[in-house]
C-alpha cells in the first residue's frame, strides 16, 4: 500500500514543479517560467509552516529523489445554508503525478490523506474541478459533478484568464 506523507516548507519547490505539470496537463501547454513560481513557493513555504493551518498538501515521494506525487487543498469559510450549515468548504487544487510516476496509485493515496485531512476537521464538503483524466479517480473517491455552473472574472491587471 502506497502511503502519501504532510508535505512541509522543504517540499515547496517541488510542489510547484507538480503544479507546473498539472496546469501543463489541463490547458494542454506548458505554462511559461516567471514570477508565479517565484511567489507560488514563498507562499507554499509560509503556509505549510503553519501548524493547523487552512491548506494542507500530501505528498508521495519518489524513488530517485523528488516528488512523485502531490494533492493539495485549502479549507474555505463561506457563509452557511441549508445544505452546509457551518459554511466551511474544502477546495482541492493541485493533483498531480509525475508521468513517470503514473498508475502506481499515488494519486489516490495522497487524495486520501487529503479527505482524512479535511474529516478530522469536520469539513464535510469538498469541491475540485477535475480534467477528464482525473475524473474516474475523484469518482472512485465519492466526488460526483455538479449543476453549479462556474463563471471567472478577470480584473484589469490580473494575469488569470
Do not use: K
Amino acid at each position: 500500500m502506497v502511503m502519501a506523507r504532510p508535505a512541509t516548507a522543504g517540499d515547496a519547490a517541488e510542489l510547484v514543479r507538480l503544479r507546473g505539470l498539472m496546469l501543463a496537463a489541463v490547458t494542454g501547454t506548458e505554462p511559461p517560467p516567471g514570477p508565479w513560481q517565484d511567489v507560488a513557493r514563498e507562499d507554499l513555504r509560509e503556509w505549510l509552516a503553519e501548524p493547523e493551518g487552512s491548506l494542507a498538501a500530501f505528498v508521495v515521494d519518489a524513488p530517485d529523489g523528488g516528488l512523485a506525487a502531490c494533492a493539495v487543498g485549502t479549507i474555505e469559510r463561506r457563509l452557511g445554508g441549508p445544505t452546509n450549515p457551518d459554511g466551511r468548504v474544502g477546495y482541492v487544487f493541485n493533483v498531480c503525478t509525475d508521468p513517470e510516476h503514473r498508475r502506481r496509485g499515488y494519486s489516490r493515496a495522497c487524495m486520501t490523506a487529503l479527505l482524512d485531512w479535511y474529516r478530522r476537521r469536520g469539513v464535510r464538503r469538498i469541491d475540485l474541478r477535475a480534467s477528464a483524466a482525473g475524473q474516474p479517480l475523484y469518482r472512485s473517491l465519492g466526488f460526483q459533478p455538479t449543476r453549479d455552473p462556474t463563471m471567472r472574472l478577470a480584473l484589469p491587471g490580473d494575469p488569470v484568464g
